[in-house]
């Protein structure tokens, strides 16, 4: 059975910063793209960076370019998000989000296989 976790999130003041985590298990993560996504209420799911299977290229979207840091650790079988310089709009659910044969999308619709969520708040 696949599955992923998402955990680290919670309330940070504007300008600090989280690590979230994605635990995957009942497949090996490195055979899939990984993506982060994001969802505000009253906002469209949004994709925020993925991390391609094989290689471990990244792709960020323009807003957290530069802020947030995604990575993978094959032996934990765990991909991290990295955010820094968090901003109020940045706060949403997180998710992350597993798809097979892709690369470099940020499309949600290519993604097959979803977790629960993180909340992430940032607010002074």
């Known amino acids: 059975q696949l599955q992923l976790v998402e955990s680290g999130g919670g309330l940070v003041q504007p300008g600090g910063s989280l690590r979230l985590s994605c635990a995957a298990s009942g497949f090996s993560l490195d055979y899939y793209t990984i993506g982060w996504f994001r969802h505000a209420p009253g906002k469209e799911r949004e994709g925020v960076v993925c991390?391609?299977?094989?290689?471990?290229?990244?792709y960020y979207v323009d807003s957290v370019k530069g802020r947030y840091t995604i990575s993978r650790d094959n032996a934990k079988n765990t991909v991290y998000l990295k955010m820094n310089s968090l901003r109020p709009s940045d706060t949403a659910v997180y998710y992350c989000a597993a798809g097979f044969a892709i690369r470099s999308t940020l499309g949600p619709e290519q993604y097959n296989c979803w977790g629960q969520g993180t909340q992430v708040t940032v607010s002074s």
């Open positions: 991390i391609n299977s094989g290689d471990g290229t990244t």
